[in-house]
């Protein structure tokens, strides 16, 4: 059993937005619930953390993260189920890959059961913040970074870990247009491809941005060596439904462990559906395109949870995918997969932590 507020302070904010704040009416990632949880490594060990008022941090222009990127995240969401209780999806996953991270960044490690009673404290706190209805849910970040007062290159001393969190609704609603890049990369062997590390998602901006200006809405990643092989789209995991088989690339170090990924295979597999977790060539997908054996393609994250790719471009070909309303495989998994964050299926995998 988790016992919570043991060994966190909380001060309460004295002025709560929450009643002057519209959940009905939110953009993705600009509204933030009325706390924060701050914790700070200092002198070897991690002090005690603190909840207090979302606000602005004091700190150093000096700060390493400012200057080297020594910082790492998550994201994971809380749910609320129909009976009103609150319900965290696959916590412990992404405390296990944030501390993987931060062995990648030489950051220091959480403690797992700090790290979960630091979760369901907040989101307790500020449950008030989660909104109801189809795609609502209250996101969930935590991060960490460099925080000592030096220019040099080295791993900083001193770091800081927050957790805030926004209520978001849908995300991505629209079927999204692709492009297949194959100029930039976004991860490379022996790279941190695999971590959440701010400065892979700075890297993908302009190459992402190039990809706008010519009229797509994100890019597919293929392998920095090659760019044969296909590993992600924009910041999430990928999915081909080639001739009813699901097909992903397989964790090779370059790509993102995702939640969703993971829990999209297990229950792909679970409801009888072949998955394959493979290398999976762009020529394979291009070629299934223009066969129309590419029954349906998306993408896979905490954020959307599945974002359907609409058409794909390679070089000057641009194929369209079959209509969203025809995609029966990636329906049935949303639907298991929402259920069982809501609570209305049955969670036999063990995955929901209520708060
Ligand atoms: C976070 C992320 C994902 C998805 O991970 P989830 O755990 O499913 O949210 C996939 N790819 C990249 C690059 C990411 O940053």
């Known amino acids: 059993m988790i016992t919570t507020g043991q060994k966190i302070a909380i001060q309460r904010t004295d002025s709560s937005r929450l009643s002057s704040t519209n959940l009905n009416d939110i953009k993705f990632g600009r509204v933030f619930s009325d706390h924060m949880l701050v914790m700070d490594y200092q002198d070897g060990a991690w002090q005690p953390p603190t909840i207090m008022p979302f606000g602005d941090l004091h700190m150093s222009p000096a700060a390493l993260v400012l200057h080297y990127s020594q910082t790492i995240f998550e994201g994971l969401k809380a749910y609320k189920s129909a009976d009103g209780s609150v319900n965290l999806f696959r916590p412990q996953a992404n405390i296990t890959r944030m501390n993987h991270s931060a062995k990648r960044l030489c950051m220091p490690q959480i403690p797992e059961e700090l790290f979960l009673e630091a979760l369901t404290t907040l989101v ?207 329906e049935r998994i949303g639907t298991v997969l929402d259920g069982i964050r809501r609570g209305h299926l049955n969670d036999k995998y063990g995955w929901v932590v209520r708060v």
Not at 223 to 248: A, C, P
């Open 124 to 330: 307790g706190l500020d449950r008030g913040w989660i909104p109801e209805g189809d795609g609502a849910a209250l996101y969930i970040r935590p991060f960490m970074f460099a925080s000592d007062e030096y220019i040099g290159v080295k791993p900083s001393d001193g770091y800081r870990f927050i957790i805030i969190t926004c209520p978001v609704r849908g995300y991505y609603n629209e079927p999204v247009r692709v492009k297949i890049e194959t100029t930039y990369s976004r991860a490379f062997p022996g790279g941190t491809g695999e971590t959440k590390c701010g400065g892979n998602y700075a890297g993908g901006l302009y190459p992402a941005k190039l990809g706008q200006d010519a009229g797509y809405h994100q890019l597919i990643w293929t392998d920095g060596l090659t760019h044969q092989y296909i590993e992600e789209s924009g910041t999430m995991n990928v999915f081909f439904n080639i001739d009813g088989k699901l097909i992903t690339p397989a964790l090779d170090g370059t790509i993102l462990r995702g939640v969703t990924r993971d829990s999209i295979i297990r229950i792909a597999k679970d409801e009888g559906f072949p998955v394959e977790e493979r290398k999976v060539s762009v020529e394979e997908v291009v070629t299934a395109a223009r066969e129309k054996r590419l029954i349906s393609a998306f993408g896979a994250g905490t954020a959307a949870t599945i974002a359907h790719i609409a058409s794909i471009a390679h070089g000057d070909e641009v194929f369209e995918l079959p209509a969203v309303g025809e995609r029966k495989l990636a």
